[in-house]
């Protein structure tokens, strides 16, 4: 996926928190208002802070911006619980308290995740409200999409790294193509369906012969 840099300049070699232990969560907020990530990172310095505190911000038209480099601590999810240590933040403009999420800004959001979890261990999605006492990311976040994009990608259904794909594909393809899958007379490859050890054999049977 497509991931915009801003060339933002950090106040200094680190920030004071270091780096992170390890990153194995994602912490979902919004900002509560609108603008670009060089207004977050102003308003995060002008708090004292290294610079902006999210590691990404993805903005409504479906543009996402790199915040704050992964490997640094973030400032995001709140002093006390120890998840600036570990995790991802990701910051999604708008205020999700009144605001609904545009199509563009859903579909960048989830594909971040999945370009997250392909490079990182995720094993845990939060919401900033889940890590402190606030509303963040809002009412109407869409956090079911999240929830559930998160199960798929856990569960290997979906090809980490972009939009959802059929990880399958290229084997059906091929299964078709090599005449190893046949599927009924009306043509419905039942796919979804277990095999019974018979139906194994004949497979590699046909992709054996398949290969000559
Ligand atoms: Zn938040």
């Known amino acids: 996926m497509k991931i915009l840099d801003a060339g933002l300049t950090f106040s200094g070699a680190a920030p004071s928190a270091g ?12 900002r509560a208002g609108a603008g670009d990530v060089n207004s977050i990172h102003a308003q995060h310095l002008a708090q004292g802070w ?16 790199r915040g704050r480099p992964e490997k640094y601590a973030g400032s995001h999810a709140g002093a006390s ?5 570990h995790s991802i933040g990701v910051c999604f403009e708008g205020n999700f308290e009144k605001d609904t999420m545009p199509d563009a800004q859903l579909t960048a959001g989830l594909e971040l995740l999945a370009d997250i979890c392909s490079r990182y261990e995720i094993v845990e999605l939060k919401t900033h409200g889940e890590l402190a006492a606030t509303a963040c990311p809002g009412k109407n976040f869409p956090l079911a999409k999240f929830r559930s994009r998160f199960s798929e990608i856990r569960a290997g259904d979906v090809q980490t790294g972009g939009t959802q794909t059929d990880y399958s594909a290229d084997a059906v393809k091929w299964a078709q193509e090599s005449g190893v ?3 009924t007379p009306g043509g419905d490859l039942r796919l979804d369906e277990a095999a019974t050890r018979r139906e194994v054999l004949v497979f590699l049977y046909r992709a054996l012969n398949a290969e000559k």
Not at 19 to 30: N, P, R, S, T, W
Not at 52 to 63: M, Q, T
């Open 19 to 30: 780096v992170q232990e390890k990153i194995d969560a994602v912490v979902l907020h919004h």
């Open 50 to 65: 290294w610079g902006i505190g999210y590691h990404y911000y993805v903005r409504k038209n479906g543009e996402v911006w």
């Open 181 to 183: 899958l046949l599927g």
């Open 81 to 85: 619980n120890g998840y600036n240590l």
